[in-house]
């Protein structure tokens, strides 16, 4: 309901607060409006590490709202950083350098541990972390297979990039076909297994979106709010089974999105001209251990020769 005002403004007056709006609405970022707000905490040792990630640029999570399909972020994200002396520390492995509550809206985060796979920086970590928490307020907390939520959050928090393509056409060679069933367990064993379970997971994720658009995130992520069963939302989505789908995936990235990628890319390109430096540089190495092989045996024979002289000279 709008309720009128007793005494109405004047034409003049109504005017200059419409071109006073306007011009509000117009400075304003779009993306601001649907950006999640951060509450950042650190005890006081971690101040330098809190100072850097203030100065975060919080606009560029706007792009992972969108995809997860959310009008509004919801309350401000609570971002702990915890210091290594501290209990979420001691009960993390410590090669976490994150980790999220999605229902809880929390995001712990232990700047003092270097980030590994899939992350290069803090802010990375806290990128991941985050939709972590706007992929559970989406689906509404419902229950969402772990190698979907990191999938998920791996593929809005940075582009695909050369490591990423190198890693899942090593994942391809050297280890079995997985079902993604078996990719969550994965998670929890080790450092190792976990990037494995990472790089599966964010290509699979990576070939939905390529196969059925950018929407089909949000749309999975909607139908499992409204109460439908994670592989029948999936199957909803892309039009066949969660199971047949999977198949499709790895036949798909064996031709197309790792070898073709990767032969036309300009890492191939640099990382041939590397290759063929480096040929040249061992060719050159064995062209001049010849020389100093035969050299070598020159002064050999020469050696040879002379005190084979000498010899004849004693006898005579």
Do not use: C
């Amino acid at each position: 309901m709008v309720m009128m005002m007793a005494n109405t403004p004047s034409l003049a007056v109504r005017w200059g607060m419409v071109l006073l709006l306007a011009g509000l609405v117009g400075t304003a970022p779009v993306a601001a409006q649907s950006a999640p707000a951060l509450a950042i905490m650190a005890p006081g040792e971690l101040a330098a590490a809190r100072t850097r990630l203030e100065s975060f640029n919080a606009l560029s999570l706007a792009g992972i709202v969108r995809t997860v399909g959310l009008d509004d972020p919801g309350p401000a994200i609570q971002v702990v950083l915890a210091g290594e002396d501290s209990e979420a520390a001691r009960r993390a492995g410590d090669w976490i350098s994150g980790y999220a509550l999605g229902n809880a809206g929390l995001v712990v985060l232990f700047p003092a541990r270097s980030p590994v796979y899939p992350h290069d920086t803090l802010e990375d970590v806290l990128r991941h972390e985050v939709a972590h928490v706007l992929i559970a307020r989406a689906a509404g907390g419902r229950d969402v297979p772990r190698w979907f939520h990191e999938g998920l959050a791996v593929a809005v928090e940075r582009p695909w990039d050369f490591e990423d393509r190198s890693r899942l056409a090593w994942e391809l060679m050297a280890g079995p076909r997985l079902r993604l069933r078996a990719v969550d367990a994965m998670f929890e064993a080790g450092p190792a297994a976990q990037s494995r379970a990472y790089s599966l997971s964010a290509a699979f994720v990576r070939d939905l979106i390529r196969e059925h658009g950018g929407t089909a995130p949000a749309a999975i992520l909607r139908l499992v709010r409204d109460e439908v069963p994670f592989d029948r939302a999936v199957a909803t989505v892309a039009g066949q089974p969660l199971g047949i789908a999977e198949d499709g995936f790895w036949e798909r990235q064996r031709v197309w999105t790792v070898w073709m990628p990767m032969v036309t890319s300009g890492e191939a390109f640099w990382l041939g001209v590397i290759l063929l430096a480096a040929l040249a540089v061992w060719r050159r190495r064995r062209h001049s251990a010849g020389i100093r092989r035969r050299w070598d045996e020159e002064e050999h024979a020469a050696v040879e020769r002379e005190r084979a002289a000498k010899e004849t000279d004693v006898v005579h």
